[in-house]
C-alpha cells in the first residue's frame, strides 16, 4: 500500500495525472486486503533478472520497446517467446524491437478494462504472480500474466543516473510447486543530460543512488492491488511508456542555474519527477 501513500501528493499536484487517475476503477478496500493477504499466504521465491541498457533500432519509429528516461521491466512465463525475443533484438540490433512494441502495445488495446475486485480475482486465480524490486525497495506489486497476454509490462521514470543491475530482483508469489514459474529482462534508456545535470548525478552516494530508479507512477492505484496487463496497460488513462507508442515527448532539463545552487540530491530527484511527468503526460 505504500505507493499509494507515497504517491498521493504528486497526484494531487499534477491536474493533469489527477484527471487520468480519475479515469481508473475506483478502489475497493476489501479487494486490495485480500489480494495482500493472498500474497503472504503463498510461497515465495527471489530470482535475478536480466538487465540491458536500450538502444531502439529506429529512432524515428512510433513504437519503441523502452522511452528515453525511462526503465521497462518485462515479465513473463519462464520460456516465453516473446521475453527471448525481446532479450535477441536489444542484444543484436536486429530491428525487431519496434515490431515487439508495436505487438505488445496493439495486444494491451484490445484489453478490457476491469473493476478492482474483478481484477484482484483474476490475479489470485493464477498460479503466480510477482513484484518487482531494486536495492530491496519494491517498485511494483502483482505483476501478472494472464491469459491472452504474453509479457507484462512495466514503466519506470528514471532520471539517468547510475543503475546497478544486480540489485535488480523478481519476487514471485506461488500457489503449488507446478506452478509455472516467472521471469523477467530489465531495460533501461538513459536521456542525454546536461553537464550539470551529470555532474550531479555522478556525486551521489551509494544510499541516493538507490532512487535514480522510481516507483510505477501512472496507475499508482492499481499497483498495489491488480494487474497491470489487464488494468493498467490496457487504458489510456495508464503511463504510455507502456503502451510503447511514441507521443511527441521531448528530452526535459533542470534548467542550468538552477541545477548549478541544488545539492546533488535534489536535482537527482528534480530529474525523475521530469522524467515521471513526461512519461505520464
Known amino acids: 500500500m505504500s505507493t499509494l501513500i507515497l504517491d498521493q501528493d504528486f497526484v494531487n499536484n499534477n491536474e493533469n495525472i489527477k484527471s487520468k487517475v480519475a479515469q481508473l476503477p475506483e478502489l475497493d478496500p476489501v479487494a486490495m486486503e485480500k489480494i495482500s493477504i493472498e500474497s503472504e499466504q503463498r510461497r515465495s521465491r527471489r530470482t535475478t533478472m536480466e538487465v540491458l541498457q536500450y538502444e531502439p533500432s529506429d529512432k ?33 540490433n ?12 496493439d495486444t494491451y488495446a484490445s484489453r478490457p478494462m476491469l473493476s478492482h475486485q474483478e481484477a484482484v480475482d483474476l490475479a489470485i486465480s ?3 504472480f510477482a513484484d518487482v ?3 530491496g525497495r519494491l517498485l511494483f506489486y502483482n505483476a501478472t500474466v494472464v491469459e491472452g497476454v504474453d509479457v507484462c509490462a512495466i514503466g519506470l521514470p528514471y532520471n539517468g543516473g547510475r543503475i ?30 546536461s553537464t550539470s545535470e551529470a555532474n550531479a548525478l555522478s556525486s551521489l552516494n551509494e544510499d541516493d543512488e538507490w532512487y535514480n530508479i522510481g516507483k510505477h507512477f501512472m496507475c499508482f492505484a492499481a499497483s498495489a492491488v491488480t494487474v497491470f496487463a489487464t488494468v493498467c496497460a490496457a487504458t489510456a488513462a495508464c503511463c504510455h511508456s507502456a503502451s510503447f507508442t511514441k507521443r511527441g515527448l521531448v528530452n526535459p532539463h533542470v534548467q542550468d542555474d538552477l541545477a548549478k545552487k541544488l545539492d546533488s540530491i535534489t536535482t537527482a530527484k528534480e530529474l525523475l519527477k521530469l522524467r515521471r511527468d513526461i512519461l505520464c503526460s
Open 126 to 128: 493464477q498460479d503466480s
Open 94 to 105: 536486429n530491428g525487431e524491437d519496434v515490431i515487439i512494441a508495436k505487438e505488445i502495445a
Open 60 to 92: 524515428s519509429a512510433s513504437n519503441h520497446l523502452v522511452w528515453a528516461g525511462s526503465v521497462g521491466v518485462f515479465v513473463a512465463k519462464k520460456g516465453s517467446k516473446t521475453l527471448k525475443r525481446i532479450i535477441e533484438a536489444v542484444r543484436t
Open 164 to 193: 546497478y543491475p544486480e540489485a535488480f530482483e523478481l519476487i514471485e508469489h506461488y500457489a503449488n510447486e507446478s506452478a509455472d514459474e516467472l521471469e523477467g529482462v530489465v531495460l533501461y534508456r538513459p536521456q542525454k543530460l
Open 133 to 135: 524490486s531494486y536495492g
